[in-house]
């Protein structure tokens, strides 16, 4: 197989992977992104959470919430919980690394906030012990998963939206993450602010 026939290869899989979400994900997408337009219309905010590249994609949403996505327009409240190294480092040392999340989400969370939970196998022990803290904290929980979900699935409550992505790959599901952030930045810009850009 030459370098060219991989990267056939490999575009295949991740086209693949897209279509299976499209035919099953949109009514989840739209329903997360309603709740979200909701939590911000009532003077509530969106924590993210992940670990690795989906702390990355956490990143990215909050990022495009406080600043922008594609139009100029006010910032929106959304905190990735994963970006002060100082508070991580220190909950780790004297804690445990799997509180990293869970001990930042009891002091800022607030009933009515959103939990945006990331990850591609739903059984980082920080994570689920991020939705149990939301929980806890009367917040909703939106994840983001793949594979079977693992735990995080089996915690979700009746209002709380699992999005997993139909992939064992954690590259295709990562992947598919960052299109569906940016599908939730696109719908919440157009129920907020409307549709001109």
């Known amino acids: 197989m030459t370098l060219v026939d991989r990267i056939h290869d490999l575009f295949d899989d991740n086209i693949n992977t897209q279509l299976k979400c499209r035919d099953e994900l949109p009514p989840l997408i739209a329903s997360a992104s309603e709740t979200i337009v909701q939590c911000l219309l009532s003077d509530h905010k969106v924590l993210a959470c992940g670990n690795g590249g989906s702390a990355n994609i956490a990143q990215q949403f909050s990022t495009k919430m406080l600043n922008r996505f594609e139009r100029e327009r006010p910032a929106l409240p959304a905190i990735a919980l994963s970006t002060d190294?100082?508070?991580?480092?220190?909950?780790s040392n004297d804690y445990s690394y799997n509180e990293i999340f869970s001990k930042q989400i009891r002091a800022i969370?607030?009933?009515?906030?959103?939990?945006?939970?990331?990850?591609?196998?739903?059984?980082?022990?920080?994570?689920?012990?991020?939705i149990q803290a939301a929980h806890d904290?009367?917040?909703?929980?939106?994840?983001?998963?793949?594979?079977?979900?693992?735990?995080?699935?089996?915690?979700?409550?009746r209002d709380d939206i699992e999005i997993r992505v139909p992939s064992n790959s954690t590259p295709r599901i990562q992947e598919s993450h960052l299109f569906a952030?940016?599908?939730?930045?696109?719908?919440?810009?157009?129920?907020?602010?409307?549709?001109?850009?």
């Not at 190294?85 to 909950?91: E, G, R």
């Open 181 to 197: 952030i940016h599908l939730f930045c696109d719908l919440i810009d157009r129920e907020i602010f409307g549709t001109d850009i």
């Open 137 to 157: 904290r009367g917040m909703l929980v939106i994840s983001l998963t793949g594979k079977d979900g693992g735990d995080c699935a089996r915690l979700m409550q």
């Open 109 to 130: 969370g607030h009933e009515g906030d959103i939990l945006l939970a990331l990850t591609s196998s739903g059984n980082s022990a920080n994570i689920v012990q991020a």
């Open 85 to 91: 190294s100082s508070t991580i480092t220190s909950i």
